[in-house]
């Protein structure tokens, strides 16, 4: 294969690994994203000129045409929590497998989610399951990924509640009987690695979780006990929480929105008899072994020892 690799979405929470372990393997890695500037130091991930951000919007087809043009893989990492998720998640996927295949890529990795589903009431939902579908029309060979919440140093999950926890004199709860099954960034990363290496993989969905299910309740409980917070978990009635998010959705960048409700009422955890992180030959890492080390910060004095 060709060893130029393109990543959109590459200077992202996920995207960022990816592009250190094809650097790693001497690909030449283009990082294809909105905002050039956010991709600011990953060129210190690999040798000079071997990482290049470039300016790249799914949504723009001039734009995705120059950036998969002489590659040999490319990888989307693109993903949104509110927003244009049509033209974001739904026909981007589509468009880079269809330009792809115009370029003669050879293997096309795609990180969607679990609970991607045409039929949810969620447009979230909605929408990655319509560009599973589009990029798989335009480019079979695919490998699509589908993840449980993502987490690791710097996660939008685990750190955001460990920061409510600070704020709040209680922590929030909102379904807290739904089921995740959080898998850690670098399992992520693995995965479409290995998904580039083996043609096996080639035209399957893989489901990536950890190796346990919790409770969303069991989850704020064990952020609380890791950041030595002394907050009592408050349900919050659904109805009540939706009149909050229908406020929220008018700010810039909502804490929550009714569309994220509504996947919050559904378990997101790896399907009975779906392919899995052991089918790509990972182990994946345990939120018990690897979450504390990077919460301790919010700790009463942020971790460091009283004498």
């Known amino acids: 294969m060709r060893k130029v690799a393109t990543v959109f979405g590459g200077a992202g929470f996920i995207g960022r690994q990816v592009v250190q372990r094809l650097a790693r393997e001497d690909w030449v890695v283009r990082v294809a994203t909105r905002d050039p500037m956010g991709g600011r130091g990953m060129h210190t991930m690999g040798r000079v000129g071997q990482i290049a951000a470039l300016a790249a919007d799914v949504t723009d087809e001039a734009g995705v045409a120059r950036a998969v043009e002489g590659a040999g893989v490319v990888v989307n990492c693109v993903g949104i929590l509110h927003g244009r998720f049509d033209a974001v998640q739904g026909e981007g996927p589509a468009r880079i497998g269809r330009l792809a295949a115009a370029a003669g890529v050879e293997r096309v990795v795609h990180i969607s989610a679990i609970g ?60 807290g009987d739904t089921k995740f099954q959080p898998v850690h960034v670098n399992d992520v990363a693995a995965a479409v690695m290995a998904a580039l290496h083996d043609p096996v993989t080639e035209g399957r969905i893989y489901e990536l979780g950890g190796p346990r299910a919790w409770s969303f309740r069991e989850l704020l409980a064990f ?81 460091r020892r009283v004498r």
Not at 142 to 157: W, Y
């Open 116 to 175: 991607a589903d045409a039929a949810s009431e969620s447009a979230y939902a909605r929408s990655k399951a319509a560009g599973e579908a589009g990029l798989l029309a335009a480019f079979p060979r695919a490998t699509i990924l589908r993840p449980s919440i993502v987490f690791g140093e710097g996660d939008a999950f685990f750190n955001r509640f460990a920061q409510l926890g600070t704020l709040l004199p209680f922590m929030p709860v909102i379904c």
């Open 223 to 303: 952020i609380v006990a890791q950041t030595k917070r002394n907050r009592r978990l408050v349900e919050i009635p659904l109805g009540m929480a939706q009149v909050q998010a229908r406020f929220a959705e008018l700010l810039p960048n909502p804490p929550l929105t009714r569309d994220q409700l509504i996947l919050l009422q559904r378990d997101n955890v790896v399907a009975p008899g779906a392919l899995t992180l052991a089918d790509l030959g990972i182990q994946p890492g345990a939120v018990e072994a690897l979450v504390p080390a990077y919460l301790a910060r919010f700790q009463p004095g942020g971790a």
